[in-house]
Protein backbone atom coordinates (compact mmCIF):
# COMPACT_ATOMS: atom_id res chain seq x y z
CA UNK A 1 0.00 0.00 0.00
CA UNK A 2 1.33 3.38 -0.91
CA UNK A 3 2.00 6.23 1.83
CA UNK A 4 0.53 9.10 1.93
CA UNK A 5 2.85 11.98 0.88
CA UNK A 6 3.53 14.54 3.73
CA UNK A 7 2.14 17.50 2.33
CA UNK A 8 0.13 20.16 3.57
CA UNK A 9 -2.61 18.65 1.62
CA UNK A 10 -2.73 15.37 2.89
CA UNK A 11 -2.82 16.79 6.41
CA UNK A 12 -5.43 19.33 5.82
CA UNK A 13 -7.74 16.30 4.15
CA UNK A 14 -6.53 14.23 7.44
CA UNK A 15 -7.49 17.25 9.82
CA UNK A 16 -10.83 17.67 7.81
CA UNK A 17 -11.87 13.85 8.16
CA UNK A 18 -11.10 13.79 12.10
CA UNK A 19 -13.36 17.57 12.21
CA UNK A 20 -16.25 15.29 10.51
CA UNK A 21 -16.27 12.59 12.40
CA UNK A 22 -15.24 14.67 15.91
CA UNK A 23 -18.66 16.63 15.33
CA UNK A 24 -20.98 13.72 13.97
CA UNK A 25 -19.69 11.97 16.98
CA UNK A 26 -20.14 14.99 19.67
CA UNK A 27 -24.21 15.60 17.70
CA UNK A 28 -24.58 12.30 18.10
CA UNK A 29 -23.96 11.77 21.98
CA UNK A 30 -25.96 15.41 22.35
CA UNK A 31 -29.01 13.92 20.50
CA UNK A 32 -29.01 11.20 23.17
CA UNK A 33 -28.78 13.17 26.07
CA UNK A 34 -30.59 15.91 25.43
CA UNK A 35 -33.84 13.91 26.20
CA UNK A 36 -32.94 12.84 30.00
CA UNK A 37 -31.44 16.27 30.42
CA UNK A 38 -34.62 18.03 29.84
CA UNK A 39 -36.62 15.16 31.46
CA UNK A 40 -34.36 15.93 34.95
CA UNK A 41 -34.49 19.52 34.64
CA UNK A 42 -38.10 19.61 34.28
CA UNK A 43 -38.44 16.77 37.38
CA UNK A 44 -36.15 19.61 39.18
CA UNK A 45 -38.47 22.79 38.62
CA UNK A 46 -41.63 20.22 39.58
CA UNK A 47 -39.91 19.32 42.53
CA UNK A 48 -39.01 22.81 43.37
CA UNK A 49 -42.80 24.45 42.20
CA UNK A 50 -44.05 21.75 44.94
CA UNK A 51 -41.66 23.03 47.75
CA UNK A 52 -42.21 26.79 47.65
CA UNK A 53 -45.68 26.35 47.24
CA UNK A 54 -47.02 23.82 49.06
CA UNK A 55 -50.84 22.45 48.47
CA UNK A 56 -51.45 23.07 44.91
CA UNK A 57 -53.47 20.28 43.03
CA UNK A 58 -53.71 21.54 39.64
CA UNK A 59 -50.65 21.84 37.35
CA UNK A 60 -48.64 25.09 37.95
CA UNK A 61 -45.98 24.09 35.01
CA UNK A 62 -48.19 23.60 32.67
CA UNK A 63 -50.32 26.53 33.32
CA UNK A 64 -47.20 28.91 33.14
CA UNK A 65 -47.90 32.27 32.20
CA UNK A 66 -44.67 34.91 31.11
CA UNK A 67 -45.22 38.16 33.19
CA UNK A 68 -43.07 41.29 32.02
CA UNK A 69 -41.76 44.02 34.66
CA UNK A 70 -39.57 46.49 32.86
CA UNK A 71 -38.67 44.89 29.56
CA UNK A 72 -37.88 41.29 31.58
CA UNK A 73 -39.48 38.11 31.37
CA UNK A 74 -40.71 36.29 34.32
CA UNK A 75 -42.17 32.45 34.65
CA UNK A 76 -44.52 32.51 36.86
CA UNK A 77 -46.12 29.09 37.73
CA UNK A 78 -49.83 30.14 39.47
CA UNK A 79 -51.17 27.77 41.90
CA UNK A 80 -54.62 26.46 42.78
CA UNK A 81 -56.47 24.04 45.44
CA UNK A 82 -60.29 22.94 44.35
CA UNK A 83 -59.99 26.06 41.87
CA UNK A 84 -59.02 28.71 44.44
CA UNK A 85 -55.95 30.68 43.75
CA UNK A 86 -53.24 30.19 46.67
CA UNK A 87 -50.23 31.42 45.55
CA UNK A 88 -47.55 31.06 43.18
CA UNK A 89 -43.90 30.36 42.24
CA UNK A 90 -41.89 33.17 40.35
CA UNK A 91 -38.53 32.61 38.88
CA UNK A 92 -35.76 35.84 38.75
CA UNK A 93 -32.38 36.15 38.61
CA UNK A 94 -29.46 38.73 39.09
CA UNK A 95 -25.98 39.46 39.08
CA UNK A 96 -24.00 37.90 41.72
CA UNK A 97 -20.41 38.27 42.94
CA UNK A 98 -19.65 35.08 40.78
CA UNK A 99 -22.49 35.06 38.02
CA UNK A 100 -25.96 35.10 37.69
CA UNK A 101 -28.34 33.77 40.40
CA UNK A 102 -31.28 31.99 39.48
CA UNK A 103 -33.90 31.69 42.11
CA UNK A 104 -37.78 30.70 42.56
CA UNK A 105 -39.53 32.00 44.91
CA UNK A 106 -43.10 31.65 46.23
CA UNK A 107 -45.82 33.48 47.63
CA UNK A 108 -49.26 32.62 49.01
CA UNK A 109 -52.26 34.49 47.83
CA UNK A 110 -51.87 37.74 49.97
CA UNK A 111 -47.84 38.30 48.55
CA UNK A 112 -45.89 36.83 52.02
CA UNK A 113 -43.02 34.60 51.10
CA UNK A 114 -43.78 30.82 51.58
CA UNK A 115 -40.45 29.47 50.77
CA UNK A 116 -37.56 29.57 47.56
CA UNK A 117 -35.15 27.32 46.16
CA UNK A 118 -31.67 28.67 44.61
CA UNK A 119 -31.92 26.69 41.00
CA UNK A 120 -28.80 27.99 40.34
CA UNK A 121 -25.63 30.47 41.44
CA UNK A 122 -21.90 30.51 40.38
CA UNK A 123 -20.96 31.80 44.33
CA UNK A 124 -17.76 31.23 45.90
CA UNK A 125 -18.00 28.21 48.11
CA UNK A 126 -18.62 28.36 51.65
CA UNK A 127 -19.37 31.94 51.62
CA UNK A 128 -22.19 33.34 49.05
CA UNK A 129 -23.51 29.52 47.70
CA UNK A 130 -25.24 29.52 51.57
CA UNK A 131 -27.63 31.65 50.01
CA UNK A 132 -29.73 28.11 49.36
CA UNK A 133 -30.12 27.90 53.44
CA UNK A 134 -29.38 31.69 54.97
CA UNK A 135 -32.62 33.03 54.07
CA UNK A 136 -34.75 29.88 54.67
CA UNK A 137 -37.00 29.51 58.05
CA UNK A 138 -34.95 29.29 60.87
CA UNK A 139 -31.85 30.60 59.24
CA UNK A 140 -30.13 33.97 59.82
CA UNK A 141 -31.35 36.11 57.21
CA UNK A 142 -34.86 34.27 57.42
CA UNK A 143 -37.37 36.03 54.32
CA UNK A 144 -40.31 33.21 54.77
CA UNK A 145 -43.33 35.34 55.70
CA UNK A 146 -42.15 39.15 54.84
CA UNK A 147 -44.07 40.51 51.90
CA UNK A 148 -41.72 42.73 49.63
CA UNK A 149 -45.51 44.58 48.75
CA UNK A 150 -44.87 46.02 51.85
CA UNK A 151 -41.30 47.19 52.20
CA UNK A 152 -38.82 46.02 49.24
CA UNK A 153 -36.46 43.50 50.96
CA UNK A 154 -33.03 45.19 51.88
CA UNK A 155 -29.61 44.10 53.42
CA UNK A 156 -29.37 45.35 56.81
CA UNK A 157 -25.64 46.81 55.76
CA UNK A 158 -27.85 49.17 53.93
CA UNK A 159 -30.32 49.68 56.54
CA UNK A 160 -32.67 47.09 55.66
CA UNK A 161 -34.26 44.15 57.51
CA UNK A 162 -32.23 41.21 56.31
CA UNK A 163 -29.27 40.14 57.57
CA UNK A 164 -26.33 39.37 55.10
CA UNK A 165 -24.48 35.90 54.49
CA UNK A 166 -21.55 36.45 56.25
CA UNK A 167 -18.82 37.66 54.33
CA UNK A 168 -20.84 37.75 51.42
CA UNK A 169 -22.91 41.04 51.54
CA UNK A 170 -22.77 41.38 47.48
CA UNK A 171 -24.17 38.00 46.77
CA UNK A 172 -27.18 39.11 49.43
CA UNK A 173 -28.02 41.57 47.76
CA UNK A 174 -28.17 39.91 44.43
CA UNK A 175 -30.69 37.47 46.18
CA UNK A 176 -32.74 40.27 47.92
CA UNK A 177 -32.98 42.08 44.27
CA UNK A 178 -34.44 38.57 42.30
CA UNK A 179 -36.63 38.06 45.36
CA UNK A 180 -38.19 41.31 45.03
CA UNK A 181 -38.26 41.40 40.92
CA UNK A 182 -40.14 38.35 41.58
CA UNK A 183 -42.51 39.60 43.35
CA UNK A 184 -42.68 42.56 41.10
CA UNK A 185 -43.92 39.85 38.43
CA UNK A 186 -45.84 38.18 40.54
CA UNK A 187 -47.70 41.54 41.76
CA UNK A 188 -48.50 42.19 38.04
CA UNK A 189 -49.79 38.44 37.19
CA UNK A 190 -53.32 37.54 36.68
CA UNK A 191 -54.54 35.09 38.66
CA UNK A 192 -57.56 32.61 37.30
CA UNK A 193 -60.44 34.86 38.71
CA UNK A 194 -59.10 38.13 37.04
CA UNK A 195 -57.21 39.88 39.90
CA UNK A 196 -53.66 40.59 40.59
CA UNK A 197 -51.97 38.06 42.68
CA UNK A 198 -51.57 40.75 45.45
CA UNK A 199 -53.07 43.42 46.58
CA UNK A 200 -49.89 45.93 46.51
CA UNK A 201 -47.09 46.18 44.17
CA UNK A 202 -43.25 46.82 44.93
CA UNK A 203 -41.25 49.53 42.55
CA UNK A 204 -38.80 46.81 40.76
Given at each position: ???L???L ?8 G ?6 A???YV ?12 AK????A?RA????FD????A ?8 G ?5 Y???K????IG ?11 GTLR ?10 I ?5 L???E???L ?5 S???K ?8 MN ?14 V????A?T ?25 T?G ?7
Amino acid sequence: MRKLESSLKNMLLVLTGVTVISVALLAYVNQLTAGPIAQAEAKALSDAVRAVVPGFDNDPIAEQKIQEVDGVAYAVYPATKGGAYIGAAIEASAMGFGGTLRVLVGFDAEGNILDYSLLSHAETPGLGSKADSWFKKGGKGDITGMNPGRAPLVVDKDGGQVDAITASTITTRAFLSAVNAAYAAYAGQNTADGTTGASQQVEP
